[in-house]
């Protein structure tokens, strides 16, 4: 007996999934068609959780008129952008028992028009750091449009004897950092964004500890914006008139 359109679908996703199964680092990329539109979605299987979708329907490609190709492709190029923003750089690709023609061809091909996105740090190891975000087409390029805008934004920190003058909380988006002063010789305990930051300022010793999101974007802003609040013992003592004794006993 032979199959039906819908059953030969199934059949062919049934073998595909046989086959692949998408990880935390190179995920599953799904895709889903209907007549007016497509969508993707980057699968993990183990923990079987979406990692990040796109789709037609998209503000940024929704107003935009184009054709179901045009629109295909638009959908890829905008999941491929997203996974390089969340450090993905590789997936498995499930057509999901479609046939590798018209539209799904198309998502796939602006799939592969991957551009990098590099988080930038920068600092003079004596109390100055900045950050800055560099997207290109190739790695090295990215790099240095984000070492250029890293240099536009540099703050200054207030930095006390290797380590930082108090204890202090910073946050951007979902990543929580917690920075508290540490003894000399005790080193830079933290991990390696907020390392790459902490050694940048010209911290020595400190101990640091990150909460929520891990995505290093998140966690490189959360570290100086802990940074930015940290207060200089001497100016608060000139400020309020008081020694540097009364400042830290109280």
């Known amino acids: 007996m032979a199959l039906n359109k819908k059953q030969r679908r199934e059949r062919i996703k049934f073998k595909i999934r046989k086959t692949i199964s998408g990880t935390a680092a190179t995920p599953r990329l799904s895709v889903f068609r209907s007549n007016s539109g497509i969508f993707a979605q980057l699968i993990d299987d183990k923990t079987g959780k979406t990692l990040l979708s796109a789709g037609s329907d998209d503000k940024a490609i929704k107003g935009v008129k184009a054709t179901k190709l045009e629109q295909a492709l638009a959908v890829g190029k905008l999941i491929a952008t997203k996974a390089t923003g969340s450090g993905i750089s590789s997936v498995v690709f499930d057509r999901n028992g479609y046939l590798y023609h018209g539209r799904i061809k198309s998502l796939a091909e602006g799939g592969r028009h991957f551009s990098f996105a590099a ?115 001497l100016a608060i003592s000139r400020q309020r008139g008081i020694t540097l004794d009364k400042v830290f006993n109280g």
């Open 119 to 233: 988080i930038v740090v920068v600092g003079d190891e004596k109390g100055v750091v900045g950050y800055g975000l560099g997207k290109a087409n190739e790695v090295t390029d990215a790099i240095t449009k984000g070492i250029d805008d890293a240099k536009k934004n540099l703050v200054k920190v207030a930095v006390l004897k290797g380590t930082v003058p108090h204890s202090e909380n910073g946050k951007f988006g979902g990543s929580r950092v917690f920075l508290k002063p540490a003894a000399h010789g005790t080193g830079v305990i933290a991990g390696g964004a907020m390392r790459a930051v902490l050694e940048s300022v010209g911290i020595t010793d400190v101990l640091a500890k990150s909460k929520g999101s891990s995505n290093p974007h998140n966690v490189v802003k959360a570290t100086i914006d802990a940074l930015a609040k940290m207060r200089d013992p």
